[in-house]
């Protein structure tokens, strides 16, 4: 008996040690898996200085990009950034993701902007960050729009763009803005719901239509409401949604959720980190830090509601976050990519902060690189 139970204690003792092991997976990453990579093809779709890089198959059979872009004409004692202030809304368009036509800019904060219409000026003598994340000098200025995303929404049949202020002398947050004519250039206005200040207070706004016409705002990172039929602001309170997290969550970014297979796609964008004790998604005091940086990555997880329960996240693009997916007229499916000038990877990159498409394949319910798709 008391072998037996010997027995039963080192079965019990190794079936614990191996589910510890395996709760401490979620979270590790594999910056080098070579599935998960950006393919050597993918080179920038035009040359223009940009990020969070956004693109979409209209319903008159142009793609469109936008993204975070600086002031054409501004001067930069360092290299070109868009940290504390630009002019507004670029976007393009094209027939065949070969090549692309510049629209010029389709929305002004000065011009057509509201309480986003004047800058947050710091006054001598007051603080305020005096360099970005990457080092980039910044001006006492602070008037940026960051993460647009150009949405055709079927069930009004009009375009709507969401985007974000990083600051203003009318605050900071997210905002949606409805094409007055129809047409993806515009010119638009502030929807009722952010005519006076952000409908959310933090960044990186989206939008999604579901296959019953329903919208929902997307914020941030971790948040969702239902939109009200005419888009003119939210039907509900904002709600968190349910995910499988991290342990401890690190800081995440550029939510954006799809529908595809049945399955509610959300997807995240996360910092991998290359570390003593391997590459990982958790942010440790002492083991993660600026030196063990390494990629911007697209991180999904799926659900059967679009409030969660999502699963398990993954990877699927090394390098690939802030970005959307999306199918082209064939169905095929692609993603947006900027070529983050931030952490280890950069030095990889020949040029950052420009657009890129990255062929995407479907595979036993994820998505990752097709290293197979012919360009014709």
Not at 288 to 304: F, L, V
Request: proline share 6%; hydrophobic share 30%; with cysteine.
């Amino acid at each position: 008996m008391k072998l037996i139970g010997r027995l039963g204690l080192i079965l019990l003792t190794g079936f614990i040690s191996i589910s510890t092991a395996s709760a401490q997976l979620y979270g590790t990453a594999d910056t080098n898996a070579p599935e998960l990579r950006v393919p050597t093809s993918v080179k920038p779709a035009f040359d223009y200085w940009m990020r969070d890089t956004w693109a979409t198959l209209g319903p008159d059979g142009y793609y469109y990009i936008t993204g975070t872009t600086s002031t054409p004409d501004r001067y930069f004692p360092g290299q070109r950034h868009c940290w504390d202030w630009n002019d507004g809304l670029y976007l393009w368009r094209s027939k065949d993701m070969k090549y692309w036509e510049a629209r010029g800019q389709i929305w002004s904060m000065e011009k057509d902007g509201t309480w986003q219409k004047k800058p947050k000026v710091y006054k001598a003598g007051e603080k305020y960050q005096k360099k970005s994340i990457n080092g980039d000098p910044m001006d006492n200025r602070f008037h940026a729009v960051w993460a647009p995303e150009m949405h055709y929404i079927k069930s009004v049949k009009n375009w709507f763009i969401v985007a974000c202020m990083n600051e203003s002398a009318g605050g900071r947050g997210s905002f949606i803005l409805r094409s007055k004519t129809g047409k993806p250039e515009g010119p638009y206005e502030n929807i009722e719901g952010n005519k006076d200040k952000a409908i959310f207070p933090n960044i990186d706004g989206s939008l999604f239509e579901d296959t019953d016409g329903t919208v929902y705002f997307v914020g941030h990172n971790h948040y969702i409401a239902r939109m009200k039929p005419d888009m003119s602001g939210f039907a509900e309170e904002l709600k968190t949604l349910k995910e499988k997290k991290y342990n401890p969550e690190p800081y995440i970014e550029g939510a954006f959720i799809f529908k595809y297979d049945n399955k509610y796609h959300l997807v995240q964008a996360i910092w991998s980190h290359r570390t003593s004790e391997g590459d990982t998604y958790i942010e440790k005091k002492g083991v993660t830090s600026p030196k063990t940086r390494y990629s911007y990555d697209c991180i999904i997880s799926t659900a059967d509601n679009v409030y969660g329960p999502y699963s398990e996240r993954y990877n699927a693009i090394t390098g690939g976050g802030h970005n959307n997916l999306f199918q082209d007229k064939d169905g095929n499916w692609w993603a947006t990519m900027f070529f983050n000038p931030r952490g280890a990877q950069a030095a990889e990159y020949k040029v950052t902060c420009r657009p890129g498409l990255i062929p995407m394949i479907y595979e036993n319910g994820k998505f990752k690189p097709n290293f197979n798709y012919n360009t014709k």
